[in-house]
């Protein structure tokens, strides 16, 4: 469990002394050649879109998976569980997932991903297991109390209203429901992220916040949330 006291000074100290050295570099010349080629990936990391989107999505789907695999163990789904996942990129975690559960809804903003999710997902969508769609955490097409589990995996950081989305899922979620988000060390700093993300769940109503890291990729945390 990480600890997260008095982290706000040590937070804004953190972000003084990466922005120096920031700077420093730019003197050099050393950010300002890397920053296009920076840019263009992680825009495209949050945002999926034409062929360099759909290439991403299949590095995703490969360097996600035990992430997913973990994650979705973790959950310990049943028949009875509805599950949502919001923000699902290529869609390999609602396969997982819908292997457990006796329905699996997904909602992700870009075309290419829900594309690929389609894809992957076409006999469970068939068999009216699975249903995917194209929207944003922001505005979940489905009516309250609808699921009993949502998951979220390194989108929360791109949503457009972090605090609307937290909304929408608490919306959507039945009383007793379980949230699980997965965060992952980027480039912002992971632990203000953390708090940035419990004070939206408190503020929403979510009860029971739990934090635990994981060591995939470059680490990251599992947090999850209940809502009563
Ligand atoms: C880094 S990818 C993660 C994909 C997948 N969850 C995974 O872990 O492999 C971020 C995803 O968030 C989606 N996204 C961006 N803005 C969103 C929003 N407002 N609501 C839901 N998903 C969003 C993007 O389209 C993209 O597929």
């Known amino acids: ?16 002394q990466a ?10 010349g050393v950010v300002s050649s890397q920053k296009p080629a920076y840019l263009v990936l992680e825009r495209q990391f949050g945002h999926p879109s034409g062929l360099l989107g759909a290439l991403i999505g299949v590095a995703m789907a ?10 979705v163990n973790r959950l310990s789904l049943s028949t009875s569980d ?25 909602i992700e903003p870009s075309r290419e991903m829900v594309a690929q999710a389609i894809r992957r997902n076409k006999s469970a969508i068939r068999a009216g297991r699975v249903e995917i769609l194209r929207a ?36 959507v979620l039945r009383f007793g429901g379980r949230l699980m988000m997965v965060l992952r060390k980027g480039h912002s700093e992971l632990e203000s992220e953390i708090m940035r993300v419990a004070r939206g769940l408190s503020r929403v109503g979510f009860r029971q916040i739990g934090f635990e890291e994981h060591g995939f990729g470059h680490g990251g945390v599992f947090i999850t949330a209940r809502k009563y």
């Open 1 to 16: 469990m990480l600890v997260l006291k008095n982290k706000d000074a040590q937070t804004k100290a953190q972000l003084q």
């Open 19 to 28: 922005g120096a050295r920031i700077a420093e570099q730019a003197k050099g």
């Open 62 to 71: 490969i360097e996600h998976a035990v992430l997913h695999w973990t994650a």
């Open 82 to 106: 509805r599950v949502l996942e919001v923000g699902f990129g290529p869609g390999t975690a609602i396969k997982l997932a819908s292997m457990r559960a006796g329905f699996v809804a997904g």
């Open 136 to 171: 944003s955490a922001e505005a979940i097409p489905f009516p309250n109390d609808s699921f009993s589990v949502v998951y979220e995996a390194n989108s929360f950081s791109h949503w457009e209203s972090p605090e609307r989305g937290l909304a929408e899922i608490f919306r």
